[in-house]
């Protein structure tokens, strides 16, 4: 066995997203740490013997074929996995096992969240296995252009199958161990698709704000972000709405009239914005901060919808009225600014391709090349700007995002909508026949345009929660007190479908 014990106390809770552009991504790490935050915070304040519950973590590794569909080829890479045991039932409590996705794993995967507490409920052995090639779950030259020809979902699911059957072996599992897969985002979708593509080892899948269905052209994304922006049960209204599109006009305007000096100044950034590329870098990072506030609104990062459209639309009356949406994004800008710890905005496209041509592992393990590499050659979801109901500026096109994959990889772009009707003919989309798979969707979420938001009745089991007022994966999150009331009973929901799972796994057993 490869299991040893872990010692110190890492409380990073990966949260699986999937996004482009510079600031999303640091947005991302940030909701993050905050998770690490509240969930050491917790463990050390509410739990008795908190510190105990660590040490039941183990971590091991299993060394797994590169190339799962070629035989000939003996090439392996190290995957990494936790397993807790603290609540497991001794021998046939079910596994629950926490798909990883475009990042590294954590300890705290399986110590905090919604999956946790099912798990301590259920008395389950709790799995999460890191996705291969992020993390140190890849080998040295593995970023080289020629490896990541290895890294797929199709290799991922794969990996997870292999997996099963290690533990189970380690464990002396049998078919009385029910196994249910969980996932959020990214790995949402590998949840939902380990199910359908290996039904035999996993009796049910709860698929949390997964974009299930491949997108080249994801223009939906930003109409869902204007959307969320007028809602008022959020703090969104119109105004608000209207204020962001004229200050992306007024940014674009400056960028025309020549100027990008003024426009350095104002928002912070470390360079001056002269050429197209860098321009619309400046324009990515100022759109994901708006983006980042809707999609992990009320998460406890950056700031909520209302408090960001309080700042796009008070009447604090200090504003000239000319620049006024202006300068409220500059505001705006400047809070961001202040919860980042960068000294400024960095809008250096030549340094952003830099990082990501990048192929020595790096310390951070920045999951940005390979996440890029997955786009170009399975998923697209390019958060594009061209569609007239985007709030931000048209000049973030389809092609300066697709452009990144011939420039990266060799990957030509005429043949990447192939790549993407390739993905959705072997998952099936939006439209699988996917039984006892649980897809939980957040109203305020631009994901949940990818997923399945509908229950269709005619298979009757394709099975849904929709939580109206809340953002991407808010559901995988421990409980907390202060929370809304439709988060509280769309938790209850996604566990009587879990507790009917087990209770039907069970039954079938008896037979
Ligand atoms: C494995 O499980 C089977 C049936 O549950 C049991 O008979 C056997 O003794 C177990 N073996 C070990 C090594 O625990
Ligand atoms: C450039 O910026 C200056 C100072 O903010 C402003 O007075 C001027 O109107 C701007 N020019 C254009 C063409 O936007
Ligand atoms: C309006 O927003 C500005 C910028 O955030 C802030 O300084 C000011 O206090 C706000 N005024 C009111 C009345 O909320
Ligand atoms: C690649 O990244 C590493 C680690 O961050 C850095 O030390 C190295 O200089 C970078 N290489 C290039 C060519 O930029």
Redesign the pocket.
């Known amino acids: 066995m490869l299991l040893s014990s872990t010692c110190c106390l890492v409380f990073l809770l990966l949260l699986n997203h999937v996004d482009t552009g510079r600031v999303m991504w640091k947005i991302k790490e940030r909701v993050r740490d905050v998770q690490l935050q509240k969930a050491k915070q917790h463990l050390l304040t509410y739990t008795v013997g908190g510190s105990q519950l660590v040490r039941h973590v183990k971590e091991g590794r299993i060394h797994q074929p590169l190339d799962h569909f070629n035989q000939q080829d003996i090439g392996t890479f190290p995957q990494k996995f936790f397993v807790n045991e603290a609540y497991w039932q001794h021998p046939d409590g079910p596994v629950f096992l926490f798909i990883g996705g475009e990042g590294p794993i954590f300890e705290s995967d399986l110590l905090g969240g919604h999956h946790v507490e099912m798990a301590e409920k259920h008395r389950a052995l709790l799995l999460t296995l890191e996705h291969r090639f992020y993390g140190d779950s890849i080998n040295s030259d593995g970023l080289e252009t020629e490896n990541l020809a290895y890294l797929s979902s199709q290799q991922a699911l794969t990996d997870l199958a292999v997996f099963h059957q290690y533990i189970s072996q380690t464990f002396n599992l049998s078919r009385r161990n029910t196994w249910i897969s969980f996932g959020g985002s990214y790995s949402g979708a590998l949840s939902a698709w380990f199910r359908g593509k290996f039904p035999h080892l996993v009796y049910g899948a709860v698929a949390s704000s997964a974009p299930v269905e491949a997108k080249l052209d994801f223009s939906a994304y930003n109409n869902i972000v204007g959307l969320s922006l007028t809602n008022e049960a959020v703090g969104g209204s119109e105004k608000c709405l209207a204020s962001v599109q004229e200050a992306f006009a007024a940014v674009e305007g400056a960028l025309m009239g020549g100027n990008a000096s003024q426009l350095a100044k104002d928002f912070g950034c470390c360079q001056i914005p002269k050429d197209l590329n860098d321009q619309i870098e400046l324009m990515e990072n100022l759109a994901d901060i708006v983006m980042g506030t809707v999609q992990y609104n009320e998460e406890g990062v950056l700031m909520s919808i209302n408090e960001l459209c309080s700042v796009m639309t008070n009447d604090s009356g200090t504003y000239v009225e000319q620049t006024e949406a202006y300068s409220r994004l500059v505001k705006l800008a400047q809070i961001y600014h202040s919860m980042s710890e960068e000294p400024c905005l960095d809008i250096s496209h030549e340094k952003t391709l830099?990082?990501l041509?990048?192929?020595?592992l790096?310390?951070?393990r920045n999951p940005e090349r390979q996440w890029t590499y997955q786009t170009c050659t399975e998923f697209g979801f390019y958060q594009t700007c061209e569609d007239l109901t985007c709030p931000f500026s048209g000049m973030l096109t389809l092609q300066t995002s697709t452009k990144l994959c011939p420039m990266l990889f060799g990957i030509s772009q005429h043949s990447l909508p192939a790549h993407i009707t390739f993905t959705n003919t072997y998952y099936g989309g939006i439209g699988a026949q996917t039984h006892r798979v649980l897809y939980v969707n957040g109203g305020l979420d631009p994901w949940k345009e990818l997923s399945v938001v509908q229950a269709r009745t005619e298979e009757g089991q394709t099975q849904v929660v929709f939580i109206e007022d809340t953002a991407h994966c808010a559901d995988m999150m421990r409980s907390d007190v202060t929370e809304r009331h439709s988060l509280k009973k769309a938790r209850q929901d996604i566990e009587n479908h879990v507790a009917s799972w087990l209770k039907m796994a069970a039954q079938e057993k008896t037979e």
């Open positions: 830099k990082d041509m990048n192929t020595t790096h310390s951070g």
